[in-house]
């Protein structure tokens, strides 16, 4: 019998959000990417979206652009959102609902609020994450995932403390419906004050928590992370951990996010992220000569 030993990662750094607009003019929280910190090998982009809360008619998103080489996980935690594009998808995002969309050799979209949302206003909050693609799948033909709130796995401590939501990978029993070209972890946990996790995150995977809200205690010396903060675990152990202070006056909520790095280079020209620059270059000129198909009305 082979015993595995435990060991809980450490700390490597918090990085603290910039705040940058996007689209038409949409406040963002973007730890990364930034000049000090391009990736975090497979991830390319993490970007919190509000929360805000929106005037009638002041909704605003982000018109038709191209991606390709990556794929875009958008989470959407309040408001509803509205997404088309070139292969002629088109579908809804509610509260809870998750997009996973692997752009592969390209696509053409538009993310915009729903426009009865726009029209009423109200509360927006969603999670933008770009996961890359290893070079074998980059010109993949894309493909989408679009789970609906209701088929995200949720499980609970038998105390209630912790409830986690499985967008990929697995925790506390349950397993995630949506499938990762590469092995993933995205997890969304609260923990009511007192409350601590312990999620096994094998080694060889980069491993960060983003701060929803409220704030936190993070890794073997648990180290304080809060709202808006990515804390970065160090790959020097098999498990990670994190608690909400019994002290705390809120529960903390938390993105535990994790991946195996391609370890492949990185061309990144806006949208299209691939591994040369002549790739790049094509990029640019299939995306400009109509290659990446348009979006019909
Ligand atoms: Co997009």
Redesign the pocket.
């Known amino acids: 019998m082979t015993v595995q030993t435990q060991t809980l990662r450490t700390i490597a750094g918090i990085i603290n959000s910039v705040e940058t607009i996007e689209g038409a003019g949409f406040l963002v929280r973007r730890p990364f990417p930034k000049s000090s910190f391009s990736e975090f090998d497979p991830f390319l982009l993490l970007d919190e979206l509000g929360p805000v809360n929106l005037k009638p008619g002041q909704a605003k998103g982000?018109p038709d652009?191209p991606?390709r080489g990556f794929e875009?996980v958008s989470y959407i935690l309040d408001g509803r959102l509205e997404h088309k594009d070139s292969e002629g998808h088109a579908g809804l995002l509610n509260p809870g609902d998750v997009q996973w969309m692997t752009a592969g050799a390209g696509v053409i979209?538009s993310?915009m609020p729903e426009s009865e949302f726009i029209r009423t206003g109200g509360k927006l909050h969603g999670i933008q994450l770009w996961v890359n693609l290893p070079q074998q799948d980059k010109m993949m033909a894309p493909r989408y995932q679009e789970i609906p709130s209701a088929q995200i796995p949720v499980a609970q401590t038998e105390n209630g403390a912790v409830t986690v939501r499985v967008i990929a990978g697995a925790a506390l029993g349950a397993t995630a419906v949506i499938e990762t070209r590469t092995p993933i972890v995205y997890l969304h946990f609260t923990l009511q004050p007192g409350a601590t996790i312990v999620q096994p995150v094998p080694k060889e995977y980069n491993a960060f928590a983003y701060v929803l809200d409220g704030s936190g205690l993070f890794g073997a010396e648990q180290e304080p992370g809060e709202d808006g903060q990515m804390v970065i675990f160090a790959q020097d152990g098999n498990e990670v951990t994190i608690a909400n202070s019994a002290e705390a006056q809120h529960p903390l909520d938390l993105l535990l996010i994790a991946g195996v790095p391609l370890n492949e280079p990185v061309v990144r020209y806006g949208?299209f992220v691939m591994n040369t620059e002549a790739e790049i270059i094509q990029a640019i000129d299939d995306y400009r000569n109509g290659r990446m198909g348009h979006i019909h009305a």
């Open positions: 982000a652009h991606h875009t979209h993310e949208p």
